[in-house]
Every structure is written in structure tokens, then in C-alpha cells.
T-cell receptor
Framework: EPEVTQTPSHQVTQMGQEVILRCVPI?????FYWYRQILGQKVEFLVSFYNNEISEKSEIFDDQFSVERPDGSNFTLKIRSTKLEDSAMYFCASRGEGREQYFGPGTRLTVT | AQSVTQPDIHITVSEGASLELRCNYSYGATPYLFWYVQSPGQGLQLLLKYFSGDTLVQGIKGFEAEFKRSQSSFNLRKPSVHWSDAAEYFC?????????????FGQGTTLQVKP
């Protein structure tokens, strides 16, 4: 069964460093998403991406964040200068023609 | 404002007992409704979804949920819980139109199963 994959599973970085989180969505899906879950809190929407552009973003998704689909398979989230409060689990999701989103296993980002 | 509330943060049931996890939402129109499950170290797995039609929907692993418009609720049920059902359960709502399909999640309910 097709699934969304994410790498790495755990990333540790120092404050101020850039990180890139990678996702491979399900191959025939058209809509792509990033969410995050700070420990003990809700899963929060960050950004949605369709037709090679951002279709919606939350207030969390400021200028420090960017997304890219550099080729036909990968979907990346970049954080330019990480802060301590960026420590969270980051989930990638993709959607086909239906309304259900399929989530990856997540990347745990720890900023020290 | 759009929101999802899961009133129970933590629930413990005995194996074989029935289960109901509550979910209430606040939304401008009838949204699409979802339940996801997250086992430790795993991602979010879709259990079931409601878009329209029959208000009682069946999902995977023997789960079902009932949409009640008058109560703005979408409660998850299972007649007999198995130890492997221990996990965190998230209710989520999505917009019924537009290309983004952003999901709004509740805070989750952690289910513990006693032997």
C-alpha cells in the first residue's frame, strides 16, 4: 500500500541553524501539507501546497519557513534559522482527488 | 472560530469493554470529519471519515463514528476494545470547499487498555 515517507526520523540542530525536512508523498497525489505537533499540544496546520505554489499558510508559517517541491517526488520544509520553540514533531501529508489526507511518520526536530 | 474539542484527555478501559471517544466541533458549515489514530512512534493513521450521507460511518479496526449535526459531534465508538487499540486518537475537521483541505485537530485522547 502506498505511503508517505519522511526523513530523517529525528533531527537535532543548534539554534540559528538551517534545517530541511524531507517528505516523499504518495506518488499520484496532488496536494501536500506540513503540520507540526509541539510536545503535549495539538497537531497544527502549517502550510498547504498545490500546483507548485502555496495555497494556504498559517500564522505560524512566517518568513523563516519555506516549502519546495524540487522534483517530481520530494516535498521539503526548510526552516532558515531555527529557534528553540521550533522543536516539535513535523508531519507531512498528501491528498489525492479525495478529501482524506495521508500522513507520514513524522520528523522529530530538536533545537538545542 | 473553527475549533475541535475532545473533552477527554485520557481514558482507561478494560480489554473487551466498549469505548466511546467524544468529539465536538465548531465550524461555519458542515465540515468533513475525520478520526486519526497515532500509536507510539508512528504517524497519523486514518481510521474513518465522514463527508455526507449516512451519519453512521464504519472505519478500519472495527471502529465506527456517528455524525450528529444537532450536537456538532462526531463520536468514535468500538464495541469491544483490544489491547492493541491503546494509542492516541485525534478528531479533525476540514473545509468542505477549496483546494487547500486544511485540517483542524482536537487535542487528542489517549486511550489506555487494561488487561
Amino acid at each position: 500500500e502506498p505511503e508517505v515517507t519522511q526523513t530523517p526520523s529525528h533531527q537535532v540542530t543548534q539554534m540559528g541553524q538551517e534545517v530541511i525536512l524531507r517528505c516523499v508523498p504518495i506518488s499520484n497525489h496532488l496536494y501536500f501539507y506540513w503540520y507540526r505537533q509541539i510536545l503535549g499540544q495539538k497537531v497544527e496546520f502549517l502550510v498547504s501546497f498545490y500546483n507548485n505554489e502555496i495555497s494556504e499558510k498559517s500564522e505560524i508559517f512566517d518568513d523563516q519557513f519555506s516549502v519546495e517541491r524540487p522534483d517530481g517526488s520530494n516535498f521539503t520544509l526548510k526552516i532558515r534559522s531555527t529557534k528553540l520553540e521550533d522543536s516539535a514533531m513535523y508531519f507531512c501529508a498528501s491528498r489525492g482527488e479525495g478529501r482524506e489526507q495521508y500522513f507520514g511518520p513524522g520528523t522529530r526536530l530538536t533545537v538545542t | 472560530a473553527q475549533s475541535v474539542t475532545q473533552p477527554d484527555i485520557h481514558i482507561t478501559v478494560s480489554e473487551g469493554a466498549s469505548l466511546e471517544l467524544r468529539c465536538n466541533y465548531s465550524y461555519g458549515a458542515t465540515p468533513y470529519l475525520f478520526w486519526y489514530v497515532q500509536s507510539p512512534g508512528q504517524g497519523l493513521q486514518l481510521l474513518l471519515k465522514y463527508f455526507s450521507g449516512d451519519t453512521l460511518v464504519q472505519g478500519i479496526k472495527g471502529f465506527e463514528a456517528e455524525f450528529k449535526r444537532s450536537q456538532s459531534s462526531f463520536n468514535l465508538r468500538k464495541p469491544s476494545v483490544h489491547w492493541s487499540d491503546a494509542a492516541e486518537y485525534f478528531c479533525a475537521v476540514g473545509r468542505p470547499s477549496g483546494n487547500t483541505g486544511k485540517l483542524i485537530f482536537g487535542q487528542g485522547t489517549t486511550l489506555q487498555v487494561k488487561p
